[in-house]
């Protein structure tokens, strides 16, 4: 996938990539979606965040909302590299630069995030 074409990865802090997502993200991957992601990010544009997929659209709360399926945990600046394909995902997942609790449902999900 070429990152390039993904027009959120010129934001320059988590909290503003997280919260604008259900603008950005094609409505079509949203189809027969039910899932909420919580993403702790720690830094100055990081913050705790749901994300939750369920009939059709995309809600982000700027609090952990619900139960989630899968956490994610990172400091901003590994995340947003992560974001921008200047860091390998398995290689921040090994070294624990990020920590992912179900790797299943990221993997079923990761190009909502712009993570594929």
């Avoid at 919260?19 to 544009?45: A, R």
């Avoid at 982000?60 to 899968?70: L, P, R, S, Y």
């Avoid at 394909?85 to 290689?91: A, I, K, S, V, Y």
């Amino acid at each position: 996938m070429d990152l390039s074409k993904i027009p959120k990865l010129t934001i320059h802090n988590a909290k503003d990539f997280i919260t604008t997502l259900p603008e950005t993200v094609n409505p079509d991957w949203l189809k027969d979606v039910d899932t909420n992601f919580h993403f702790d990010i720690e830094g100055d544009g990081g913050g705790q965040f749901s994300i939750i997929v369920k009939d059709n659209k995309m809600e982000v709360f700027e609090h952990f909302e619900g139960e989630a399926k899968c956490k994610i945990t990172a400091k901003e600046k590994h995340f947003l590299s992560l974001l921008r394909g200047e860091l390998n995902p398995m290689m921040a997942v090994f070294t624990g630069k990020l920590k992912i609790t179900n790797t299943g449902e990221i993997m079923k999900y990761a190009k909502l995030f712009g993570m594929m």
